[in-house]
């Protein structure tokens, strides 16, 4: 589905996607980044990643897929260290539960020539870290996209198959209407 995938954040969604994504060959490299050594080290101990790095524009350089699952605090941050290195036709999504924020701070710090796609899985468990992840933790779930008039339909395609891919059941919505009825 994907050449290269970029992890920024690989805790309990992260570590369940890549996990995902290394079962069914979804992608052909996952490139994981964290801010702790003690995280890249759970990364590489579990096999989450190929390569680890607690840089996001190295992560992100050359990837299809970026898949941004940080706290929403972090978004503006790596926004702006990623948009240098996305490759035209690139993906950025995200995890995070509030929409319009991920919009604001994520998405505007997208280059015209990649393309965001906010996303909300609606899963989890009281567990976080790499070690707290499992392929299974979508199946039967709802993961809600919030495009807006300027996403692209086909990164929002790819996004919908992959979480499709993962189990989840998938629907759009506004960002609005899913920070109002879930965040």
């Not at 069914?24 to 101990?45: F, M």
């Not at 524009?57 to 972090?74: F, I, K, Q």
Request: hydrophobic share 45%; proline share 6%; glycine share 8%.
């Amino acid at each position: 589905m994907f050449e290269r995938v970029a992890f920024i954040g690989m805790g309990l969604i992260g570590s369940s996607l890549a996990r995902v994504m290394l079962r069914d060959r979804l992608a052909e490299e996952i490139v994981a980044c964290a801010r702790r050594p003690e995280t890249l080290a759970a990364i590489e101990r579990l096999g989450l990643a190929q390569r680890t790095t607690n840089d996001p524009a190295d992560a992100a350089r050359e990837a299809d897929l970026v898949v941004v699952a940080t706290p929403l605090s972090a978004y503006a941050a790596i926004g702006q260290a990623i948009a240098p290195v996305l490759k035209p036709g690139a993906i950025v999504t995200d995890v995070g539960s509030t929409k319009q924020s991920a919009l604001r701070d994520l998405g505007t710090a997208i280059p015209p020539h990649a393309h965001f796609v906010a996303g909300h899985p609606v899963a989890g468990t009281e567990h976080s870290g790499p070690e707290a992840g499992f392929a299974e933790l979508f199946v039967g779930r709802w993961c809600i996209l919030t495009p807006d008039e300027s996403t692209d339909p086909g990164a929002v395609e790819r996004v919908s198959r992959l979480w499709a891919a993962a189990g989840m059941k998938v629907v759009t919505m506004t960002a609005e209407h899913n920070d109002k009825v879930l965040a």
